[in-house]
């Protein structure tokens, strides 16, 4: 049984997945308009991501028997003046997720919750994950800068990425 503040700080975790969600969503509409479709594949599956960890979350609180509380998602930012801004914006994002992850494990101690704390491991480790692969692209970008003909060539492998990831995501769903 999960106490209350564990509840509660379970489910606010809940909705900056879903914020998350909603951030590269944006971001991935963003680039669709800007004609560089392997960037948004990219972002869209990195959506799916954000998506699949709030569901995480959400099913373990069910499984405590907590009761999982809604909260209204902000709206996120809906343009970027480049892709590298794009970026920073997402390294900054998974900066912050990063740390509120740490503040729960610091919560789960207080709490003597070792079942939450446990739990909480996978996603301080995704985080390390997350961050890693957005600054990658980031350090991509940033020294593409204006370039275009590379930015297309990049924009070509983060589709190959796109589509490998998301076979890959469906292998792990058919075999579980
Ligand atoms: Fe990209 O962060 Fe979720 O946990």
Same mark, same amino acid.
């Given at each position: 049984?999960?106490?209350?503040?564990?509840?509660?700080?379970?489910?606010?975790?809940?909705?900056?997945?879903?914020?998350? #969600?909603?951030?590269?969503?944006?971001? @991935?509409?963003? #680039?669709?308009?800007?004609?560089?479709?392997?960037?948004?594949?990219?972002?869209?599956?990195?959506? =799916?991501?954000?998506?699949?960890? @709030?569901?995480?979350?959400?099913? #373990?609180?069910?499984?405590r028997?907590?009761?999982?509380?809604?909260?209204?998602?902000?709206?996120?930012? @809906?343009?970027? =003046?480049?892709?590298?801004?794009?970026?920073?914006?997402?390294?900054?994002?998974?900066?912050?997720?990063?740390?509120?992850?740490?503040?729960?494990?610091?919560?789960?101690?207080?709490?003597?919750d070792h079942a939450t704390e446990t739990f909480? %491991?996978? #996603?301080?480790? =995704?985080?390390? /994950? /997350?961050?890693? %692969?957005?600054?990658?692209?980031?350090?991509?970008?940033?020294? %593409?800068?204006?370039?275009?003909?590379?930015?297309?060539?990049?924009?070509?492998?983060?589709?190959?990425?796109?589509?490998?990831?998301?076979?890959?995501? /469906?292998?792990?769903?058919?075999?579980?």
């Amino acid at each position: 049984m999960l106490t209350e503040t564990m509840t509660a700080a379970l489910n606010a975790q809940i909705n900056k997945e879903l914020r998350a #969600f909603y951030t590269y969503l944006s971001m @991935a509409a963003y #680039f669709e308009d800007d004609g560089l479709k392997g960037f948004a594949a990219w972002m869209r599956h990195h959506a =799916e991501e954000e998506m699949l960890h @709030a569901m995480k979350i959400y099913d #373990f609180v069910l499984q405590r028997r907590g009761r999982v509380t809604l909260q209204a998602i902000d709206a996120p930012r @809906a343009s970027w =003046e480049s892709a590298k801004n794009a970026f920073e914006d997402a390294l900054h994002h998974e900066q912050n997720v990063t740390a509120s992850i740490h503040a729960l494990v610091d919560t789960a101690r207080k709490e003597g919750d070792h079942a939450t704390e446990t739990f909480l %491991i996978w #996603f301080v480790n =995704e985080q390390v /994950e /997350e961050e890693e %692969i957005v600054d990658e692209v980031l350090q991509k970008v940033t020294r %593409i800068g204006d370039f275009a003909p590379a930015l297309f060539l990049l924009d070509r492998d983060l589709a190959t990425d796109a589509a490998a990831a998301a076979t890959s995501a /469906e292998g792990t769903s058919e075999g579980a």
